[in-house]
Structures are given as C-alpha cells and as structure tokens.
T-cell receptor
Framework: DGGITQSPKYLFRKEGQNVTLSCEQN?????MYWYRQDPGQGLRLIYY???????QKGDIAEGYSVSREKKESFPLTVTSAQKNPTAFYLC??????????????FGPGTRLTVT | QQPVQSPQAVILREGEDAVINCSSS?????VHWYRQKHGEAPVFLMI?????EQKGHEKISASFNEKKQQSSLYLTASQLSYSGTYFC??????????FGTGTKLQVIP
C-alpha cells in the first residue's frame, strides 16, 4: 500500500535538545511538505520541497531545518532555537497531475511535547 | 499569510445546509479544500483552479471567485459523517499551499 509514514506518533524531549521527525513516502511524489498544527491556528507551513536537494522556507521556518537527500524522505529537525516547539506536526506530499491539478496526501502526524 | 475562514465553528442538524467561506489577501493560483476528523490526518476534498468552474461531488461543492480572491464550500443536506474541521488551502506560488485556521463543523442528529 502506498502512503506516508511519520514516526514516532508521540515524541517527548527536554528543552534545549534538537529532535528530528521522520517522514517517508512511497507514492513517488515529487513535492513534500511540513506543517505545524496548533489549536485554533490551523495548519502552518514550515518548509516544502519540490524536488530532491531543494527546499524552500514556508511561513514559520525559524527554528526548524530540513533536508531532501532522497525523493521518498523529508526529515524535519526541530532545533533548540524554536521557542515553542510543542505541537502536532504533519508531513504531506503531492504530485503535479497536470493543468495545475494536484492534491496533498497527509501522514498521520507526530505529536511533539517539549518540557 | 494565512487565508481567513468563516465561520470559525458551526453546528448543524442532519439535513441542514452550510456554507464555509475562505478569503485571501493575495492573488491565487488555486484553492484547495480539506476535511480533518478528530485525531486523523486531513483528507483532500477538492481543488478549484483559476478559470475553473464550480466543482463538487455528491452534496459538497465549492466555488472560486478569482477577482475577489475568495472561495466558498457548500455542504448540502448535511450528514453526521460531515463533522470535522474544514480547511481551505490557497496556492500563492507553485505548489506552495497555505492553509486557513479552519472551520469546525458539527452535525448533530
């Protein structure tokens, strides 16, 4: 079955530690995304990547870093510079279906708690 | 900048209709609509492209006014399964989608 996997589902870290969230897809999608979800604020774009070895900052990239060394993988590192890292993190991917049509497929998410 | 959705929340009885609005301050390539049920990942509903017509399937449809940079989602004869949070996503750059704050919809018997 094709899909997006995120691991782990729940993650706990101490303040001041960097943490990396995993995102893998076997849909052969070119584009991948990271969103952060907080209550009442919807989904906010952190980073996105349209092709391997290239990525762009989203609306809230400060305190985060990503890499895209392989088409199927797009890990997100939450650094100690992120002021309020506790949130629900969603990874997504998409492929251009032509004529501007595409849809995003989301992974199940990782809930990160930093204390 | 995130698009603005309204209302923030709505409660419907089964069979009633609802409209969810999405407004952006930027010119849009397209508008996406997703639904997220509690504890689950968002699921794609539809995409509306510039120059495209009203899209939809079954009892959920949407429109896109490019000039006003607005989109509306229409839910007709709502069912219990329609409950969830609805997000509009606006594409302001190629494959860069920015989501709104969401509209929480609850359908009750």
């Amino acid at each position: 079955d094709g899909g997006i996997t995120q691991s782990p589902k729940y993650l706990f870290r101490k303040e001041g530690q960097n943490v990396t969230l995993s995102c893998e897809q076997n849909l052969n999608h070119d584009a991948m995304y990271w969103y952060r979800q907080d209550p009442g604020q919807g989904l906010r774009l952190i980073y996105y990547s349209q092709i391997v070895n290239d990525f762009q900052k989203g609306d809230i990239a400060e305190g985060y870093s990503v890499s895209r060394e392989k088409k199927e993988s797009f890990p997100l590192t939450v650094t100690s510079a992120q002021k309020n890292p506790t949130a629900f993190y969603l990874c997504a991917s998409s492929i251009d279906g032509g004529q501007g049509y595409y849809e995003q497929y989301f992974g199940p998410g990782t809930r990160l708690t930093v204390t | 900048q995130q698009p603005v959705q309204s209302p923030q929340a709505v409660i419907l009885r089964e069979g009633e209709d609802a409209v969810i609005n999405c407004s952006s301050s930027k010119a849009l390539y397209s508008v996406h609509w997703y639904r997220q049920k509690h504890g689950e990942a968002p699921v794609f509903l539809m995409i509306l492209l510039k120059g495209g017509e009203q899209k939809g399937h079954e009892k959920i449809s949407a429109s896109f006014n490019e000039k006003k940079q607005q989109s509306s989602l229409y839910l007709t004869a709502s069912q219990l399964s329609y409950s969830g949070t609805y997000f509009c996503g606006t594409e302001v750059g190629y494959q860069k989608v920015t989501f709104g704050t969401g509209t929480k919809l609850q359908v009750i018997p």
